[in-house]
């Protein structure tokens, strides 16, 4: 059982579309990270939300942090190819105790 | 953020044989990370770096098929022993920085082949 659910696995778009994707837990996360890794490199640390509520941008992504801290969505506007890649997120929570992985989103943005 | 720096980057190695993996830091961090990942999955923790003391390692990792050496704030091995296709993988280290936020930063990684 994944501690922290992720979906969808896997997205397809065309460029100028928009996408989101989703993370969830049924424990509180203390903070909450998104990352986006590319092929043949390590995970960069895209956001970290760490209050109930919070949105944060970064040029056409948006994340917002559910008020109860159980969960999390990144939405990319205007999907261009360079977004194409495998976004995670990632928690901690006290109820786990340690850090832990989602699972993982396949975003592939075709011209 | 931090500069970290994997070798090697690849490599093929015949089962049997043993291959250690160098992470190289630009700043002294404390928590340090090693971590598997299959192509296109998510990453699974193998353990904990601790400097001066012997690695964590999660369940279903064993010292004696992953040894961790931790010598100082900016250096750690693993190496991946008697290997076999199955650990046929990327590895990455990671730290951990910011204060009470656990946001990680990854180096390259290493992409093992196992024949």
């Known amino acids: 059982t994944q501690l922290l659910e992720q979906s969808p696995q896997f997205l397809s778009i065309q460029e100028g579309e928009n996408l989101t994707v989703y993370c969830n837990s049924s424990?509180?996360?203390?903070?909450l990270q998104w990352y986006r890794q590319e092929p043949g490199e390590g995970p960069v640390l895209l956001v970290t939300?760490?209050?109930?509520?919070e949105v944060k941008k970064l040029k056409r992504l948006t994340f917002q942090f559910g008020d109860a801290r159980k969960d999390s969505s990144l939405h990319i506007t205007a999907a261009q190819t360079g977004d194409t890649g495998l976004y995670l997120c990632a928690g901690f929570s006290d109820s786990w105790g340690k850090f832990q992985f989602g699972a993982g989103t396949q975003v592939v943005v075709t011209p | 953020s931090a500069v970290i720096s994997q070798k090697p980057s690849r490599d093929i190695c015949q089962r049997g044989t043993s291959l250690t993996i160098q992470c190289q830091v630009d700043s002294q961090v404390t928590m340090m990370f090693w971590y598997r990942q299959q192509p296109g999955q998510s990453l699974t923790l193998i353990a904990t770096?601790?400097?001066?003391?012997?690695?964590?390692?999660e369940s279903g990792f064993v010292i004696d098929k992953f040894p961790i050496s931790r010598p100082n704030l900016t250096f750690s091995t693993l190496t991946v022993s008697n290997m076999s296709p199955e650990d046929s993988s990327i590895y990455l280290c990671?730290?951990?920085?910011?204060?009470?936020?656990?946001?990680?930063?990854f180096g390259p990684g290493t992409r093992l082949t196992v024949t």
């Open positions: 939300v760490v209050t109930g509520g």
């Open positions: 424990s509180v996360f203390s903070s």
């Open positions: 990671s730290v951990e920085m910011g204060q009470n936020s656990y946001e990680q930063y």
């Open positions: 770096a601790n400097q001066g003391s012997e690695a964590t390692y």
